[in-house]
């Protein structure tokens, strides 16, 4: 038979071995939020859950149940298959820890496949990473990386956390840069998603004396960032990056791919483009809609984003600000890396 398991108790396990989570959810339920590194073994898909959603409102509880294992009996070698694919210890887990998920630890169990079941679900966790954040404070060193649009913070901050440092990526966790193209070949993660992803994020980094991360607004995407990284942010050190604008228009050119996303970049283009001199957002569309990206950032970098960082700027306040002139991200990973290595 299989044991159920508290979502702290799962929490302890992940930190002392290897557990594989599995979400037996539907797919869109699984895209719409999980807990963090879980892999998506459907008991029933999107179709199959809508149809037996609608017999359990409209005919009986019965009847669902019926077509439920009718659906579930007809994929359970397939189902089975998977999960024996997966080494070592497993659990699963589903909305509330309801009828999904014991339907699915039962039926291993009996195929003498060994999972343990999340009590209370996603819904469980939801609440306890809510719970921790409302209650988190960062008693570490903050370290803000700001600069003109183009010069590379997340490049930078993403290498810095490949070798090991302290680097809360703001970006990569809400899935979005932030700006008007800022949802352009990304997903652009929900709340939900965003605060899984971060309360896993800040476990990890428990213990460091400082953190790195970049100047973002409250909102990034469709997320909303906790008062208390707002706080630790506008306390922290500034680190400015100053790079050429040449390599700022290379940096977007890579970041956001306008020759594969040009119909997503005219769009986005065109809800700011009032905000920009009439002469100057023409030409900036002109040069979209041939295909001269790289001369469409440029133009967008000096008429618009520079100007808007600029009146910004202003408000940071006095807070400690080290400048960092670099031709390159590479060489502003170098110059952090020195800097971090004064100070700790």
């Not at 956001?256 to 283009?269: D, G």
């Amino acid at each position: 038979m299989f044991q159920d398991i508290s979502v702290e108790e799962l929490l302890k396990q992940k930190e002392s071995k290897n557990i594989t989570l599995i979400d037996v959810r539907s797919p869109s339920e699984y895209r719409d939020s999980t807990i963090p590194g879980s892999l998506n073994i459907p008991v029933f898909n999107d179709e199959e859950r809508a149809e037996i959603g609608t017999l359990y409102k409209q005919v009986s509880v019965e009847a669902a149940k019926d077509r439920g294992l009718e659906i579930m009996s007809a994929k359970l070698p397939s189902f089975v298959k998977q999960f024996k694919e997966i080494d070592g210890d497993k659990a699963v887990f589903c909305w509330r820890g309801g009828m999904r998920s014991r339907t699915a630890a039962t039926v291993l169990s009996l195929m003498d496949v060994h999972v343990s079941r999340i009590e209370g679900g996603i819904k469980a966790y939801r609440r306890l990473v809510v719970d921790a954040l409302d209650n988190t404070r960062l008693d570490m060193e903050a370290f803000v990386l700001h600069g003109y649009t183009g010069t590379g913070k997340t490049a930078v901050l993403q290498q810095l956390e490949r070798e090991g440092y302290p680097v809360l990526d703001l970006e990569g966790l809400s899935g979005h840069r932030g700006s008007i193209f800022g949802h352009i070949g990304l997903p652009s993660y929900n709340q939900k998603t965003f605060d899984s992803l971060f309360f896993e994020k800040l476990k990890k980094m428990k213990g460091s004396p400082y953190v790195l991360l970049e100047a973002e607004s409250k909102r990034i995407g469709k997320v909303v960032l906790p008062d208390f990284l707002m706080e630790k942010k506008e306390a922290g050190t500034a680190i400015i990056l100053d790079m050429p604008v040449e390599q700022r228009v290379e940096q977007i050119m890579k970041d956001y791919r306008p020759y594969e996303f040009k119909n997503q970049c005219i769009a986005a283009f065109n809800r700011i483009k009032d905000r920009i001199h009439t002469p100057i957002a023409a030409e900036i569309l002109r040069c979209l809609d041939e295909d001269r990206f790289a001369e469409a950032v440029r133009l967008l970098l000096v008429h618009y984003y520079d100007p808007k960082y600029d009146h910004s700027a202003r408000l940071y306040g006095e807070n400690q600000q080290i400048v960092i002139k670099a031709g390159t991200p590479a060489e502003a990973v170098r110059a952090i890396k020195e800097l971090l290595g004064r100070r700790f």
